[in-house]
């Protein structure tokens, strides 16, 4: 098979990836550093595009699916076979970096290159899945695996923009979001590549990170309501001050992410009304971002915070309500791939680890329906959704051949299936 005799050697061309991805970080570039693309704006709207031509340049068929999210697939030697799939994602925070995503995307559509110009077809169709909206609600690749909350106020952004407007915008349609589900038969296995965006590979000098599996997130808009009033005239015992009991509440979400374990919890964003100098705060609305590998332990944490919320309340006679806004379940990544991939580190004289990835990831979802992996890259000093977010050409090439090489492996191992013959759905 074609295949099996160019895996030996076929490499990406590093020189082409590089290209592409400081190609794709002009759109949304910030004059201050690092990028801007929040999912559903004109700039993700921008990279979405561009990056649908170079997905048909590269010989692929591209569709969007109902929930926005951009399918490029390279076609197997089997067209109704399950494919082996990659991807990530095109948005970003609202100071980011270029490689967030970004990476994992291109990496994929530079392999598809390299399938095409060595006219490479694998057992398995080959997949580039860029998912929408990732850094938010992760509605597209919740939307796949069959995760996606039937509610469409539950998307709503935070600046008040409804999801059936922003779905349209990038070819999606919510009416029919539920459309997007894929099954197990449908993709055999999903390799992700990412930039790390911790310290561990660069603090431990290792060129690539296998991940053993992804931390569970739960995210929440706490809302708390006082009462706005004169802060000259209004006594303080009188009070119902919602920035005061935000502050409270601050600190002992910081309290629960510094009990022992492995947790971390951060409250990253804040808006109280009606944010004036001679006004008590009435109201005040915050995130909670909390996370372990261990979900029946966030499940407890959260039991300790909610009883906190309701003494605060009662001390500083206010209202707090916590609001769902993501749940993302841990995921273990398959051992059978973790291997996988070490041996392809091993071929290509690559020094790994094995490390838990303390960030969500699309490939969270899709553990959810088939068989997940995950390789990282090192993050120069850890840093990442900042400007200063930085890996290194040589290490996206690195972990681009790590990405071809496991695909290629992947695609020999499940073609055994094939022997006799059949194919499996
Ligand atoms: C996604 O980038 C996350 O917040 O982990
Ligand atoms: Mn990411
Ligand atoms: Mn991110």
């Known amino acids: 098979m074609k295949s099996t005799f160019v895996s030996a050697r076929l490499l990406v061309n590093g020189d082409r990836l590089n290209h592409s991805i400081a190609h794709l970080a002009q759109i949304g570039k910030l004059s201050t550093g690092g990028v801007k693309r929040i999912a559903y704006s004109a700039e993700d709207i921008a990279a979405r595009t561009l990056v649908q031509t170079w997905m048909k340049e590269a010989g692929m068929a591209v569709r969007i699916d109902t929930a926005g999210n951009i399918i490029g ?17 095109l948005d970003t925070v609202p100071c980011g970096g270029q490689y967030d995503g970004a990476y994992g995307v291109l990496a994929g559509i530079e392999i598809a290159r390299v399938f095409q110009e060595n006219h490479i077809f694998l057992t398995h169709p080959f997949e580039v899945i860029v998912f929408t909206d990732e850094e ?3 509605i597209g690749s919740k939307a796949i695996s069959g995760r996606v909350i039937n509610d469409p106020n539950y998307y709503t952004r935070t600046n008040g923009t409804d999801i059936f407007s922003c779905l349209e915008k990038i070819g999606g349609n919510w009416q029919n979001i539920l459309q997007a589900r894929r099954r197990s038969k449908d ?16 603090s431990m000098n290792k060129q690539i990170g296998i991940v053993e599996g992804i931390v569970g997130q739960r995210r929440f808009n706490i809302t708390i309501q006082g009462n706005a009033n004169h802060a000259g005239t209004t006594p303080m015992y009188m009070r119902q001050d919602a920035l005061v009991a935000a502050a409270k509440v601050v600190l002992a979400i910081n309290h629960i992410g510094n009990s022992p374990g492995q947790q971390v919890a951060t409250v990253g964003k804040m808006q109280l009304l009606p944010n004036a100098a001679n006004v008590i705060p009435g109201w005040v609305e915050m995130s909670l971002d909390i996370r372990d590998l261990s979900s029946s332990h966030l499940d407890s944490l959260l039991v300790q915070l909610r009883s906190q919320l309701e003494d605060i309340a009662k001390e500083t006679n206010t209202q707090i309500r916590l609001n769902p806004a993501l749940n993302n379940e841990p995921a273990l990544a398959k051992d059978y791939i973790q291997q996988e991939i070490a041996q392809v580190c091993k071929d290509l004289q690559l020094s790994y680890t094995h490390l838990p990835s303390r960030a969500s990831h699309d490939a969270q979802e ?4 088939t068989d997940m992996g995950m390789i990282f890259v090192p993050s120069e000093l850890g840093i990442s959704h900042s400007a200063q977010e930085y890996t290194s050409p040589e290490q996206c090439i690195q972990g681009a051949n790590v990405l071809l090489r496991t695909l290629l492996k992947l695609d020999s191992l499940k073609s055994a299936y094939f022997e006799d013959g059949s194919i499996p759905n």
């Open 366 to 369: 899709l553990a959810q329906i």
């Open 187 to 202: 993709i055999a296995a999903f390799v992700e590549l990412h930039v790390e965006q911790g310290p561990i590979l660069a």
């Open 73 to 89: 697939k390279y076609p197997g030697k089997y067209p109704d076979a399950s494919a082996l799939a990659t991807g990530s994602h």
């Open 136 to 138: 938010g609600s992760m």
